[in-house]
């Protein structure tokens, strides 16, 4: 970890992993986690699409006194939502998602023992997921899973929570922007989009 070179202002330490590869993405997850944790916003943190958990171990680092849901097929894309993806020309859905396992996860995880693995085609994994979200990272590429997390964690992010949508302007995964509009529409709500590489968006409650 090295301290932040902007925001000198604060009076506070920020750390900041440098060898993490967007610096945007993680410096605005970890003045969230410092808002959500300093207000004491309650609620479990989530992130749907972990693949090998380079980002979800940071939500683990910044929320080390919190459950961490992490839904993955960890076998990656699902027949299901492909399709949607051909039928709109959202994206060809041919990334390759399926070198990872629940194992490698939790061994670079900080506090696996937080760790609560959802395996499987999400959104049916979190059938049985009685819980208040305090921060959920949405990364799954497709229209169908971004929408279907809005969908379920929405209404149970509490006041005060966060939602970070990876891919909003991705020319790469063009049914994250519909999935986030047609949700923040439908809902009368709003976003804010980030300068990171991936075009990510911020939803707060
Ligand atoms: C881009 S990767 C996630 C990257 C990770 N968040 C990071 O920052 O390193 C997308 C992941 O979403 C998962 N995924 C996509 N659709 C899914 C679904 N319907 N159910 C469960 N997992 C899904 C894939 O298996 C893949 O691992």
Not at 81 to 90: A, C, I, R
Not at 109 to 118: G, L, W
Not at 140 to 159: H, K, M, Q, S
């Amino acid at each position: 970890m090295a301290i932040a070179p902007s925001l000198a202002y604060l009076s506070r330490t920020r750390e900041i992993d440098t060898r993490y590869y967007d610096y945007i993405r993680l410096s605005t997850l970890e003045l969230i986690s410092d808002e959500i944790n300093h207000r004491n916003i309650p609620g479990s943190v989530a992130e749907i699409g972990v693949f090998k958990g380079k980002f979800a171990r940071y939500l683990n680092y910044y929320f080390p006194d919190r459950d961490l849901y992490l839904f993955d097929t960890f076998e990656g894309f699902d027949n299901r939502d492909k399709k949607k993806e051909l039928k709109e020309n959202y994206s060809a859905a041919d990334q390759d998602f399926s070198g990872t396992s629940v194992q490698q996860v939790l061994a670079i995880m900080p506090h696996p023992e937080k760790c609560i693995v959802k395996k499987g085609y999400f959104p049916g994994t979190a059938s049985d997921v009685n819980e208040t979200f305090a921060f959920v990272s949405l990364d799954t590429d497709l229209y169908e899973p971004i929408y279907n997390g809005l969908v379920f964690f929405y209404p149970r992010l509490n006041a005060g929570g966060y939602i970070m949508v990876h891919d909003f302007n991705n020319e790469g995964y063009k049914g994250v922007r519909d999935a986030v509009i047609r949700f923040c529409t439908e809902q009368k709500i709003g976003y804010t989009p980030l300068p990171d590489k991936a075009g990510s968006v911020v939803i707060a409650k």
